[in-house]
């Protein structure tokens, strides 16, 4: 069975509730913040201790996994228990924070637990309304928080030492190289596209081949086109995930289809020149069928690279703990990017089982819970020695 | 405006009797057989006379123009009135048709008129039901026919002379280079196959572009390796006209797509050889990315070829009448399919305006009907004087 986790609904204030509880009997401060954020700390004595966030999301897509989220907040409740039980002080303060929307399922708008913490909330998201019409000001108030002190749940800037994230891969590559962890070098910009083609329907059977204009082989020949360019390049990639006909039959050479293109890279200079070859290319095929090409671009996101420094620390930790450092970039969102805008992040990637993730079978063995869990402690360790 | 006249409807009935009233009134013998078929004899004086058939069909598809079908059965009535005012006994009968039904709209089952002129009906047709559940033969009694007088309703194989039909050409060739009429040579058969590819979903953002089995990538391929194989050749067309991504979400890979391939050809030699390398295109394609293929034949009809003699001595009365001739085969369907296993049968198509046929927009210009009589009216001479 799959779970569904969205932003404020019963069964997740109940996750709520216990990631509180287990936060609270482990000896941290904690409070749920304005937006629904669980939050635990474990103060420094130090003066002018800075703070390290070590978080992830609570909240789910709709008939999801386990693992994608929760396993991050966790991990950061075993890493803070074994912290705690060696008794030393701490030089700078960690707060373990279980972020309530990251997957922005509710109210169509990622991060808006990471976005609170970070001091980048936009008030005007208080009035996006969910599928039942109730705005999210509603929400935070169902909740029993306060839309005025968004504001002041925020870390200021100059407050952040680090912010370090646990997460499933939810891709395939530590899966197919057998190895259970690897550090994030950067969460990858997207751009995503809605493509027309407009040619000419016509009879199937009576308009020769020389004379169609067909729309589908247009779009074919644009698919192609972009799989072979993402190919061709180890920071990229693009995807045609929905593709429509209109009025299709069986008889009927395709006048219109309408198609989307996803594309990711973590270098921004690589995404700017595949926008631009891939929108070259489409206008192309459209001139030689002479079929009508629309390209509209609907949504972008910049790269975010994750901070340098960080990111050594952690992979010489996975270094220390005897394991290979493979750098990967993540290809999905995280709240590390709005996090990466007030503070330096870095992330581990866990492997998870054939990549899958956003669905009930999303799998990670044990043994690499242990390994995450080993090298997070030593990367931890290592950042209170120094 | 578009026209629906559909087997059997009210609107239907409506055109039966006004095409049995003209037929009347320029001195046939009339009926309306037991299908709805309406039919006009001039009889002949001679003994042992046989039957030259003219004919098209009077129903529509949904939203039809007004040229395809009746534009054969008025043409027709010209022929027959222009012959009768010559007022000289004939060696033959000629028998005009208004076929009931060749689109096959209502019963999802296409030349029920011409099959019981042809005695080929199969009555297992009359257990047919239509989309509110009538059964073929409850309409045919509400028309007032009888079903059990449906075979004596065809021509006997040993009385037909031959066949011959006017129809708009439902494609943009003789539009294209600007010649009024056409020969047809042959009906195109037909292949239709139902094509699965099975892939494996994916986050668009996380599988590099390497690791993916993308079952839309596979489709694209396939769509443009049967484009280039019809392309290679003169008489083959080869369609996709449905795809459909299961799942389909832009920022996913797609794991389950299904398509259809339409493959026409009057040579049925090109089509078997067409249809086993597309085939195997198909599965090499599959096992190259790793995606299942599903092939599957879902429906097949053989060419059929045009009676010879009565096809050259059509294309003898275009040139008598002053037009370049220009063989065309026919890509649609037509009741020629079969009247031909039982007697010769000849087409004439007729120019359309850009090739668009059932459509509203279906047109044919004046000139281009004179000069379609002109042509027949010396292919009947012709056949009258030898």
Redesign the interface.
Known sequence: MGITRTFGTPSFLEGSRLIEQWMREMGLQTRVDAIGNVRGRWVSPCESAKTFVIASHMDTVVNAGRFDGPLGVIMGLDLLEQLIQLGQPLPFHIELIAFSDEEGVRFHTTYLGSKVVAGLFDDALLNQKDASGTWLSEVIQTMGGDSRRLKSDAIAPQDWLGYFEIHI?????LY?KAIPVAVVTAI?G?K?IEITFEGMA??????????RQ?A??A???F??SA?QL??GQTN??????????AN???????GDVVC???M?SSDAAVLAWAYQSLQDTCFDIGRMRSVTVGWKLIQETAPVACDAQLTNRLATAIAESGYDVIQLV????HDGVPISQVAPIAMLFVRCFE?I??NPLEQVELADLAAALKVADQFIKNLIVD
Chains 1, 2 share one sequence.
């Not at 891969?169 to 590559?173: A, D």
């Not at 990229?236 to 006909?245: F, I, N």
């Not at 299709?248 to 395709?254: D, G, H, K, Q, T």
């Open positions: 891969e939810q891709g395939p590559v197919e990858a997207q995503r016509g009879h199937a059977g009576t308009v020769p081949m020389a004379m067909d589908l082989c779009a074919a020949e698919i192609l799989e993402a190919a990229l990639v693009a995807t045609v995930g929905k593709l429509v006909v299709a039959a069986s008889n009927v050479i395709p989307s293109l996803d990711r993540s290809g999905a969102g990549g993730s956003h």
